[in-house]
């Protein structure tokens, strides 16, 4: 009997597997990647310490559709987690048929989490992820409907769980004295559309973009994002690293619409103006609109806003110039102090919410 588990190397995903293998079931974990999140070093370690194999698989365009209009609408964030399991089992029950496996598995527990892991919403997930009696939670199995493996007798519910709710000592108890687990690996960091600062910046982006691509997810770590309009934003970089990520997405063929402002006579920041008025990628004789002469100009006074001032204003001979990358040709261009975009806000952190106290009956340990 062969089973493909969603692997993403924490507790659950690792329990998820021994309890199948100790029923002799063969595994082989999938790792998928998001534009949002990466667990696939993890899940590579662990699965070599449990002898297993991993498939890890990344996400493409498909993912930035879902999370722009998600079925099941968002967390507590800007987390689509129902959609998002759906899409991952998806991909997990296309490797079922590749690898002629007989289930799929997840190390999902009932209760565990608010937005995705209710009993209601696990029936969601197998239903709309099409695999239905073959998705299998090993660590909630006996809680949860019986499953075809179970029904037909090649898996014994008995040896399967019933844990449910949050917390992890049960848990770790389990992994140690059942399995040996020594090292019990650490609460994932998650990821970061779960994050209060994160989420403004995916919020903008949704908001204005009916249907963003996966560079519009990549530019979203990088920088200080200022929204012009709601068709132009720039990114104004922060640390040298921005601004070689900013280097980096303008150079992507599959980038949007956009042009970039580097600083040429000084040492300070680069800009990144994205709009739809920008030239095609790779366009040799850009034409420059009124509209996008006026927010490049805009765009490079940014760049100023965001630089030393001692450095810039000593630029000789003609002041601060820009290094303006347009299409697939280069100009320099004048930069200029406008005290006007001191009032473009930045796309900031969210305030962090005080954390809710937890009614006693939430701070309990997952019971089975
Ligand atoms: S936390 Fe992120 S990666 Fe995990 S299910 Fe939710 S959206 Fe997907």
């Known amino acids: 009997m062969k089973a493909i588990v969603l692997f993403s190397g924490g507790l659950d995903s690792i329990l998820a597997c021994c309890v199948l293998q100790r029923q ?22 662990r699965a070599k310490e449990l002898g297993i194999e991993l498939v890890t698989l990344e996400f493409g365009e498909e993912y930035m559709a879902m999370l722009a209009k998600p079925k099941w609408g968002y967390g507590s964030n800007v987390n689509p987690c129902i959609d998002c399991r759906t899409l991952m089992l998806r991909y997990a029950a296309k490797l079922m048929e590749e690898r002629g496996a007989d289930f799929v598995a997840t190390g999902e527990i009932a209760g565990q989490r608010p937005n995705s ?24 199995a006996r809680i949860l409907p019986k499953t075809d493996p179970e029904l037909s007798g090649q898996l014994d519910r008995e040896q399967l769980r019933a844990f449910s ?21 650490q609460p994932s960091s998650g990821c970061v559309l779960c994050e209060n600062s994160y989420a403004p910046r995916v919020r903008d982006m949704l908001k204005h973009k009916e249907l963003p691509t996966l560079w519009d997810a990549k530019i979203l770590p990088w920088g200080r994002r200022l929204r012009l309009d709601p068709t132009a934003f720039v990114v104004v ?33 680069s800009a990144l103006l994205v709009t739809d008025e920008a030239p095609e990628y790779g366009d040799e004789n850009p034409t420059i609109s009124d509209k996008l002469a006026q927010y ?11 630089s030393n001032p001692d450095r810039y204003r000593v630029a ?4 601060p110039q820009g290094r303006l990358f347009i299409g697939a040709t280069k100009m320099i261009i004048p930069l200029k102090e406008n005290p006007e975009v001191d009032s473009i806000p930045i796309i900031q952190e969210q305030e962090k919410k005080a954390k809710p106290k937890r009614r006693p009956e939430e701070s309990e340990e997952a019971a089975e």
């Open 24 to 45: 002799g079931v063969e595994v082989i974990g999938l790792n998928m990647i998001t534009p949002f999140h990466d667990c696939s070093r993890d899940a590579a370690k």
């Open 117 to 140: 892991q209710k009993i209601h919403q696990l029936t969601l997930i197998s239903r709309d992820s099409g695999l239905n009696g073959k998705l299998v939670r090993p660590l909630s």
């Open 165 to 185: 709710g949050r917390g992890r000592t049960k848990l770790a108890a389990y992994a140690r004295q059942e399995f040996g687990v020594k090292q019990i690996p």
């Open 237 to 269: 970089g922060r640390r040298a690293e921005d601004c070689d990520a900013l280097d980096e997405l303008f150079a992507s063929p599959k980038r949007s619409r956009c042009v970039l402002v580097y600083p040429d006579n000084y040492n300070g920041a």
């Open 296 to 306: 490049i100009e805009t765009a490079g006074s940014l760049a100023l806003r965001f």
């Open 316 to 319: 000789k001979p003609n002041g």
